[in-house]
T-cell receptor
Framework: DGGITQSPKYLFRKEGQNVTLSCEQN?????MYWYRQDPGQGLRLIYY???????QKGDIAEGYSVSREKKESFPLTVTSAQKNPTAFYLC????????????FGPGTRLTVT | LAKTTQPISMDSYEGQEVNITCSHN???????ITWYQQFPSQGPRFIIQ???TKVKNEVASLFIPADRKSSTLSLPRVSLSDTAVYYC??????????????FGRGTQLTVWP
């Protein structure tokens, strides 16, 4: 089945530690995205990548980093510089020039204490 | 990008038709209107997109008046499983190089038995 996978579903970390969230897609999509969602809020864009080896900052990129070495993979690292990392993280992908139709993964709920 | 305004919440009963209206007064000529649905602890799912007049698919209908300053998502005969948050987005269309979407807080639709 084609789709997007994110792992793990739940992640717990101590404050001060970096953590990397996985996102893999087998839809052959060029574009991939990372969003953050806080309780009762909409989605906020962290980073997006329209092609391999290229990515752009979204609205809340501070404290996060990404890489796009392969078309299928777009991992997100939440660094210790992110002041409020506890959130629901969603990865998405879309075909090139079809950005309005994004396919989302199941999400990773990160809790930092 | 055009800002959207939609009700924070709506209630309905099973079997009724639900209409969620979104206001987008500053919509640009090239902008399309897109709606997504999100269930708790899941990623959003694309529902429908349109430019003008009426668009219909197996899930919903989208009505857009001639001035395009608003749009209405219509869900026929809702069931309990339609309880979700519905997002109205205005932005990049097919072929756009902009490559991103803006999700607001959406409308929480609750369907009661």
């Amino acid at each position: 089945d084609g789709g997007i996978t994110q792992s793990p579903k739940y992640l717990f970390r101590k404050e001060g530690q970096n953590v990397t969230l996985s996102c893999e897609q087998n839809l052959n999509h060029d574009a991939m995205y990372w969003y953050r969602q806080d309780p009762g809020q909409g989605l906020r864009l962290i980073y997006y990548s329209q092609i391999v080896n290229d990515f752009q900052k979204g609205d809340i990129a501070e404290g996060y980093s990404v890489s796009r070495e392969k078309k299928e993979s777009f991992p997100l690292t939440v660094t210790s510089a992110q002041k409020n990392p506890t959130a629901f993280y969603l990865c998405a992908s879309s075909g090139s020039s079809v950005f309005y139709e994004q396919y989302f993964g199941p999400g990773t709920r990160l809790t930092v204490t | 990008l055009a800002k959207t305004t939609q009700p924070i919440s709506m209630d309905s009963y099973e079997g009724q038709e639900v209409n969620i209206t979104c206001s987008h007064n500053n919509i640009a000529t090239n902008d399309y209107i897109t709606w997504y649905q999100q269930f708790p602890s899941q990623g959003p799912r694309f529902i429908i997109q349109g430019y003008k007049t009426k668009v219909k698919n197996e899930v919903a209908s989208l009505f857009i008046p001639a001035d395009r300053k608003s749009s209405t998502l219509s869900l026929p005969r809702v069931s309990l499983s339609d309880t979700a948050v519905y997002y109205c987005l205005v932005g990049p269309s097919r072929g756009s190089t902009l490559g991103r979407l803006y999700f607001g807080r959406g409308t929480q639709l609750t369907v009661w038995p």
